[in-house]
């Protein structure tokens, strides 16, 4: 890999020269200008956004910290946050904390000592003192806490919307999927999809569950018919525990969507892709990373009337484990 004394010795320039070509401060002649920049080009040369923003006393880094990279979700969201922080001329560091309160710290450090000018967090640790302490602009995403800006969907909406779309289509018997008592996000869809089922006329369960891990779904799937093997109908806390339940139903002999449908939540790439493919309520995750990072982007340019919360809306995706409106 080239180093900015590659660059110079090439060029035949010093490395304060260079330097300053980078960062576009002092004076420097435009030929040698011109000669620096295409020997950079020839040398593929990447400068260190660290030592650069130290040099400057300007950082252009944003940390993005994440629970569970392995969640199809959150890749989307961090695309969204990645291409808008690029459009602006930013860089993104990014941190897994895994849910664990102590890695969320380790991160949050690292950042800080990576000179960030901002963060966007979509953990679950809110109230933190972590957060409290720092003295740059902090943006939560698919979280509302109550004294940060948030981006997030509306999950009380899309609860309603699965709940009437299985009780429009015939369901009697639903089983509502409670989601991780810590995750606000879980909780806003449990309550909008019971203040639907609570005005209906259906019967309905609860299956309450601790997490959305892969390695869980498959056991909140046997749970649920096990205690509830009459369901007609699901509503699920997400996505991955939808698909596990729709794999569970399948391997009962159970024929989808006439015996069972299910409705998903997130509309990850997946559940396109599952058999029979997932209706599910749609978050749209790539533009919450998006609005996140204008955002966020706004604050650290400390602009004037910043919004404090941005608020999504979600859609009902139809497709094949559900029934058609009319079909009963």
Known sequence: ???????????????ATVSRVLNDNGYVGADTRKRVMETIKHL???????????????????????????????????????????????????????????????YIQTFVQNQVVGIISATNNTDSDNYKE??????????????????????????????????ERGATKITLIKGPAHVQPAQDRFQGALSELSQAAVDFSVLSTTSYAFEDAKKWA?????????????????????????????????NIPEDVQIIGFDDIPQSSLSYPSLSTIRQPAYEMGQEAAKLLIRMIKKEQEIEQTIQLPVTLVERNTTRKVDEK
């Open 222 to 254: 046997e749970e649920l018919f096990a205690k509830y093997p009459d369901t007609d109908g699901v509503i699920s806390s997400n996505d991955i525990v939808a698909i596990a339940i729709l794999h569970e139903a399948l391997r009962l002999g159970r």
């Open 134 to 167: 720092l003295d740059l602009p902090v943006v939560f995403l698919d979280r509302t806490p109550k004294n940060y800006p948030s981006v997030f969907a509306d999950g009380r909406d899309g609860g309603r919307i699965a709940a009437k779309a299985l009780v």
């Open 44 to 106: 593929n040369y990447s400068p260190n956004e660290v030592a650069r923003s130290l040099y400057k006393r300007e950082s252009r880094l944003i940390g993005l910290l994440l629970p569970d990279i392995t969640n199809p979700f959150f890749p989307q969201l961090a695309r969204g946050v990645e291409d808008e922080v690029n459009r602006s001329g930013f860089r993104l560091l990014l941190g897994n904390s895994d849910e664990d309160a102590t890695k969320e710290l380790d």
């Open 1 to 15: 890999m080239a180093t900015i004394r590659d660059v110079a010795k090439e060029a035949g320039v010093s490395v």
